[in-house]
């Protein structure tokens, strides 16, 4: 199961990708609980249909497109809240540690 | 208006719990699932206030600064400790500090400059908060207040470094209390560049730098040594504030040729701002001596005089500041002849 988690906006506009796959059962027994615990239904899928539904947006806030397997939600920083910060924190904390990995051991992230 | 946004589950201890073992993962799933009320009941961030002041009318004459700094201990919870107020002595945090010079300094430019008494023309108390959150990289204004991150130290650095980030966060106050342009595709453009040119503006003013002088940087400092890049944005030259390894290249396009269509940053909002920023680099370079007389006075009237409808285009903004500069200067003065010139150039026919 792949995830990532794209965060645009910000005063800075630099965007920033995270990205963790969880191949070995283990991996994804871990990950399944974070990922099912966020109510992908009732949010939007795209940073357009989030724009429309959080009318009013705050100037210079990140927005944040997740993906995780067939899972797709778009949310401005403040809606990420719950579960929702639980993934993308998981997921930012994760994708560093990998990447930092790499650096030293020249290991491949992911 | 709303209140402040925060986690109902403390972020950090969910994290911690996600990162253990099996048993402990369907803990923090359950304790996010009971948090799931509170994206439920999120509605918007803020619904626009309509302007304070009826459009066109001159207000009273600006008053004092009533600045108020809160520190949010590394929280994610507004506003805060209080650690400065009005007339007291800096506290030796590096962070409030430049947070209420940088207050006292952009309330200087719209009193002196424009006449404006404050971010609502009313002498709204200004307030803002720093050491947002936990390696927070970012800035923002919330409808109310400003609110600072200290970086992530890999990235970016504290905020509060650049006077003309925290120009720009309270010049998003006065399009809010003004033409309160829509956030998204032009309008939300238009509304970063209004904070661009009135953030440059701030420390122009405050460093006494003519238009040939200025850096026309935003952000400039707030980037980590590591970062290849001034700043995060050129008025002057769109598209050329950093080019990183990992950060990739400024990707702000500096005339219509080079418009880019986009559904992320609400449309590209921080990326076409390049367009009308560099308009007023143009306007300012042609005209020559304080980017904060002519070129200013036409933006500031454009801005706030009452004809830019929320959803303006770069083309009607364009009309605004040639009708700005012909009121102010007349017709076919070198100010009306100068702003016509620069949307030209920048491909926005007017």
């Known amino acids: ?110 | 208006m709303h209140g402040p946004f925060c986690s109902i589950v403390p972020p950090y201890m969910l994290r911690r719990l996600a990162k253990q073992g099996a048993p402990e993962f369907s803990s923090a799933a359950r304790a996010a699932r009971e948090a799931l009320g509170h994206v439920e009941s999120f509605r918007s961030a803020r619904s626009q206030p309509a302007p304070d002041i009826p459009a066109g009318v001159r207000q009273a004459k600006p008053g004092p600064p009533h600045r108020t700094v809160f520190d949010a201990n590394s929280a994610e919870i507004l506003p805060g400790t209080l650690v400065r107020k009005e007339g007291e002595a800096p506290v030796g945090d590096p962070a409030a500090d430049e947070a209420y010079d940088g207050l006292g300094h952009t309330h200087r430019l719209y009193a002196d400059v424009f006449g404006r008494n404050s971010i609502d023309g009313r002498g709204l108390p200004l307030n803002a908060t720093v050491h947002f959150g936990q390696l927070y990289d970012n800035a923002f204004w919330d409808g109310k207040q400003m609110v600072f991150g200290d970086g992530d130290g890999e990235v970016f650095e504290r905020f509060t470094k650049s006077l003309s980030v925290i120009g720009h966060e309270l010049a998003h106050g006065v399009t809010q209390y003004s033409a309160a342009l829509v956030y998204r595709n032009q309008a939300g453009a238009l509304n970063e560049s209004m904070s661009d040119v009135f953030g440059a503006l701030v420390e122009q003013y405050v460093n006494n730098q003519s238009a040939a002088e200025a850096s026309w940087l935003i952000g400039e400092g707030i980037f980590t040594p590591d970062v290849e890049g001034r700043a995060l944005r050129s008025l002057k030259a769109p598209g050329t504030a950093y080019d990183d390894d990992v950060l990739g290249k400024d990707p702000q396009p500096d005339s219509m040729d080079t418009y880019v269509r986009t559904s992320a940053d609400n449309g590209g909002v921080h990326i076409n701002s390049g367009i009308p920023n560099r308009a007023f680099y143009l306007v300012a370079e042609s005209l020559g001596g304080n980017a904060w007389d002519s070129p200013g006075r036409i933006w500031y009237e454009a801005l706030t005089g009452g004809s830019l409808p929320p959803a303006a285009t770069f083309r009607v903004f364009a009309r605004a500041t040639a009708a700005s500069a012909m009121e102010l200067f007349g017709s076919g003065s070198p100010e009306h002849d100068a702003v016509q010139l620069a949307w030209e150039t920048v491909k926005v026919k007017l």
């Open chain 1, 1 to 110: 199961m792949k995830i990532s988690v794209e965060r645009t906006g910000g005063i800075a506009a630099i965007p920033r990708v995270w990205t963790v796959e969880a191949r070995s059962e283990t991996a994804i027994n871990q990950w399944q609980p974070i990922v099912e615990a966020c109510p992908w239904d009732s949010v939007p899928r795209t940073p357009r249909a989030a724009a429309e539904k959080f009318a009013g947006q705050q100037p210079d806030r990140f927005i944040y497109a997740i993906r995780a397997g067939q899972h797709r939600a778009a949310l401005p920083e403040q809606a990420v809240t719950g579960p929702w910060r639980v993934l993308v924190d998981s997921t930012r904390e994760a994708a560093e540690a990998s990447r930092a990995e790499g650096r030293q051991d020249g290991a491949s992230a992911g």
